[in-house]
C-alpha cells in the first residue's frame, strides 16, 4: 500500500500513536507521519504509507501550517499550554481590543525558541525529556514567520485565535508572548490543525472511521497530490527505462517536475537541469 492518509488526529493521541496504529489497519510496515502534533492537539496529520513514506521530508519542506488555538490569560505552565503545572497566576485586566492588538501584532518574522516541553533534539536528547529531568539547556532561536494571525472571539480569560505560520512555529510559545505582551501571562488551551501544506481539514478522515470501515483504502490519496503545484512530464519507453534506472533524460524548463510513466504511474520527483531532467526522488516500488 503506497499512499497518503490525512488524520483527523484525536485529542490524547500523538503523532506516532496514530501511526502505530494504521500499521496494522493497512498491512505496511512502512508508515510515518508529517510533522508531530503534541497529545492535546486535535487536527491534520498526514501520515504516509508503503513507498511514500520517501515523500516525507518533502511534506517537511512544504512549511506552512495553519492552526485554531485557544488562549488562556493569567496563566503561566512549565509547558505553556494548560496540561502543565502551574507557575504563576495573575489577574486579567484587558480588553478585548487591547487582546486583539497583541495578538495581530505577531504578524512577520520573528526569532522563536523552542519550548523545554517540544520534539526538538539537544546532544541526541528530546528536549522534553530532559525537562522531565527537571533539567533546563540553553536552545538556539530560529526563524519562524507568522504570515496570518486574527483573534476570533473570546472574553476574561480564554480567548480563540487563527495563525498561518511556517513550519517550526509553536503556537503554546506564540501564547505565552501574548500574555507577556499583556503583562498578566498565557498559555495555551486547546489547538487544532486546520491545513498543513496542500491538505486541510475537508480531506481528514478520523480515527474512529479507519478502525470502523471495511475498507480503509478508499481514504487514501495518491502520493503526487503533494507534489501538485509542479508541473507534469510523461513519458514512456527509453526514457521510462532510465529514469527507473535513476538515469536523466532529456528536458526542458525549470524548478522540480512530477514524472510520469506509462499507463500514468507516478516514477519520480525530477528537477530540471543543463537540458534534462534529473531524479529528485524516485517513488516506483522497486521489485
Request: aromatic fraction near 8%; include cysteine.
Amino acid at each position: 500500500m503506497t499512499g497518503i492518509v490525512v488524520v483527523d488526529k484525536p485529542a490524547g493521541w500523538t503523532s506516532f500513536d496514530v501511526a502505530a496504529k494504521l500499521r496494522g489497519v493497512f498491512h505496511e510496515r512502512r508508515v510515518g507521519h508529517g510533522g508531530t502534533l503534541d497529545p492535546m492537539a486535535t487536527g491534520v496529520l498526514p501520515v504516509f504509507l508503503g513507498r511514500a513514506t520517501r515523500g516525507v521530508q518533502f511534506f517537511e519542506e512544504c512549511g506552512d501550517k495553519e492552526y485554531i488555538a485557544g488562549l488562556r490569560l493569567g496563566l503561566q505552565t512549565d509547558t505553556e499550554d494548560t496540561t502543565g503545572q502551574t507557575l504563576a497566576t495573575h489577574p486579567v485586566t484587558a480588553a478585548y481590543e487591547q487582546v486583539k492588538a497583541a495578538v495581530e501584532a505577531l504578524v512577520g518574522p520573528q526569532m522563536q525558541c523552542p519550548p523545554m516541553y517540544s520534539a526538538v533534539r539537544c546532544n541526541g536528547q528530546r528536549l522534553y525529556d530532559l525537562a522531565r529531568q527537571g533539567k533546563t539547556v540553553e536552545r538556539k532561536a530560529r526563524l519562524v514567520v507568522i504570515h496570518e494571525i486574527e483573534l476570533l472571539g473570546g472574553a476574561g480569560e480564554d480567548y480563540v485565535f487563527r495563525v498561518k505560520c511556517s513550519k517550526g512555529t509553536y503556537v503554546r510559545s506564540l501564547c505565552a508572548e501574548i500574555g507577556r505582551a499583556l503583562g498578566c501571562g498565557g498559555c495555551m488551551s486547546s489547538l487544532r490543525r486546520s491545513a498543513a501544506g496542500r491538505y486541510t481539514l475537508a480531506q481528514a478522515v478520523t480515527m474512529e472511521q479507519l478502525l470502523a470501515c471495511d475498507d480503509p483504502t478508499q481514504y487514501v490519496l495518491r502520493l503526487d497530490t503533494l507534489f501538485e503545484g509542479y508541473p507534469a512530464v510523461h513519458i514512456d519507453g527509453e526514457a521510462e527505462r532510465r529514469v527507473r534506472n535513476g538515469n536523466p533524460i532529456p528536458g526542458e524548463g525549470e524548478g522540480r517536475c512530477r514524472v510520469y510513466g506509462a499507463g500514468g504511474s507516478f516514477l519520480a520527483l525530477g528537477r530540471y537541469e543543463a537540458g534534462q531532467i534529473i531524479t529528485v526522488k524516485s517513488f516506483f516500488e522497486v521489485s
